[in-house]
């Protein structure tokens, strides 16, 4: 069992910055592919990022490319979401999450076991 928890999470004004915090607890990240994945009112569960703990290369999806970074402190223990030049659409909350998905479903929420609870973040414009 792994318990995720999120922080980071605010309001910032359009073509901010803020950084999300993942940490886990009750295990550890290890052998997992670890995602962020964002809901904003209305809609489905978006995919934003994911990458194995261990090695491998980092995906991101189109709206995220060029201004969000995922980073990993293994010392730590923690996944990191920097997001960079925010915009109003990017106003959602945001999960971090586990599992072991294949290449062709690492972008599909199914796909991960264990989520945290989330952490708003919402843009004005």
């Known amino acids: 069992q792994v318990q995720l928890v999120e922080s980071g999470g605010g309001q910032v004004q359009a073509g901010g910055s803020l950084r999300l915090s993942c940490t886990a607890s009750?295990?550890?990240?290890?052998?997992?592919?670890v995602a962020w994945f964002r809901q904003a009112p209305g809609e489905e569960r978006e995919y934003v990022s994911d990458?194995?703990?261990?090695?491998?290369?980092?995906h991101y999806a189109d709206s995220a490319k060029g201004r969000f970074t995922l980073s990993k402190d293994r010392s730590y223990g923690a996944i990191y979401l920097k997001m960079n030049s925010l915009k109003v659409d990017d106003t959602a909350v945001y999960y971090c999450?586990?599992?072991?998905?294949?290449?062709?479903?690492?972008?599909?929420?199914?796909?991960?076991?264990?989520w945290g609870q989330g952490t708003q973040v919402t843009v004005s414009s």
């Open positions: 999450a586990v599992g072991r998905p294949i290449q062709s479903t690492r972008t599909s929420p199914r796909a991960y076991y264990y």
């Open positions: 009750g295990s550890t990240f290890g052998g997992y592919t």
């Open positions: 990458t194995r703990w261990t090695v491998g290369t980092t």
